[in-house]
């Protein structure tokens, strides 16, 4: 078992659910669980129910759909009828990012939660400063008291969603790396976990079977740029938010992410001088690109996902409404260069 105490206390282990969870939750007589109704989390759903045979717990369900201030109160509530001030989210962004914008709401009452984050998918630790979902603004949130980090809950992911959220994860690193911003330990963590991505996700998508090494690295990755993330991201969530808000949860995150991050690098260059070359030559690969544009292209058609837009079905006469509303969102002020509606528009044209 391994127990990581930058920015939150996690455990990291195969069978962390059964080994590190009950001693963390102790003689707790009752908690309430948040689920994300996504594929595989009813398995990790029914790990921590039994590891946690001696609590009495409460399941909620997250509603993707429902209003964010709506979904939190539901939370409180059911925390208060069941008299519990602890809150354990399985599941990626929803359930994760609900549970923490409720207990920031708690705190502003004076109240304390207790929040321990059991991750499903390669997406979210909770370990970003902010919360956003869907529709909402960014928050600054508490993060969870407790991430308890088990490789093993990938093992029921399918293929396609696992280089899906793998891609997500190494273009929030990418974007980590290339920021301005001055933060060594960050930018160290950003190539970190690029290079145990690129050089593992391959080998899980080629075994027939679940490789446990290689999804062991896949989740190391993932915990190691959310780390990483302490330090910034840069505009290209502010250009996939538009369409996924548009489009819905049918479009996967990581399908956008590839072409997106290949024409952002190429308008962001000139502002991000020669840190791409860095991180392109950490990439885990046998061939050389001129690019590094080319370099995400390449690894993306390699494990199988799109390279542009026109390959995820995007519809182009779209792309004047998605360039404003990219233009307008909070996340592309943490772009290195400074994005226009024009300057969007570009993008979403090269990307297609």
Not at 51 to 57: E, H, M, R, V
């Amino acid at each position: 078992m391994t127990l990581i105490g930058y920015l939150t206390r996690t455990h990291f282990a195969e069978a962390a659910i059964e080994d590190a969870l009950p001693e963390e939750v102790g003689s707790l007589s009752s908690a309430l669980v948040l689920v994300e109704d996504e594929p595989g989390n009813a398995a990790v759903c029914a790990r921590v129910q039994e590891a946690l045979g001696n609590t009495t717990i409460s399941l909620a369900r997250t509603d993707a759909d429902a209003a964010q201030q709506e979904a939190i109160s539901r939370i409180l509530s059911a925390l208060r009828d069941i008299r519990t001030g602890t809150l354990i989210a399985i599941g990626g962004t929803v359930a994760i990012g609900q549970a923490r914008l409720a207990a920031e709401q708690a705190a502003r009452r004076g109240e304390r939660l207790t929040l321990i984050a059991v991750p499903a998918t390669l997406c979210d630790f909770g370990l970003a400063r902010r919360v956003r979902l869907s529709h909402g603004q960014p928050v600054v949130c508490p993060r969870p008291d407790e991430i308890i980090a088990d490789p093993t809950v990938l093992e029921e992911t399918p293929p396609r969603r696992l280089a899906a959220a793998s891609m997500e994860v190494l273009v929030h690193a990418i974007e980590a790396y290339a920021s301005p911003v001055y933060h060594p330990p960050a930018d160290a963590l950003a190539l970190e976990a690029t290079r145990r991505l690129t050089r593992w996700l391959p080998v899980a998508l080629a075994s027939p079977t679940p490789h446990r090494e290689a999804l062991r690295e896949l989740m190391a990755a993932a915990l190691t740029a959310g780390l990483a993330l302490e330090k910034a991201i840069g505009g290209v969530d502010a250009l996939a938010h538009p369409i996924k808000v548009e489009l819905g949860p049918d479009i996967l995150h990581g399908d956008l992410h590839a072409p997106l991050m290949a024409a952002m690098a190429d308008f962001n260059t000139e502002a991000v001088g020669d840190r791409y070359a860095t991180m392109a030559e950490t990439f885990a690969r046998t061939t050389r690109e001129p690019h590094f544009s080319t370099t995400i292209g390449a690894f993306a058609r390699a494990v199988g996902l799109p390279s542009s837009l026109r390959e995820v079905g995007i519809d182009r006469a779209r792309f004047d409404r998605f360039a404003e509303m990219a233009a307008n969102d909070p996340g592309a002020l943490a772009n290195p260069r400074r994005l226009t509606p024009g300057d969007c528009r570009r993008i979403f044209e090269a990307a297609w």
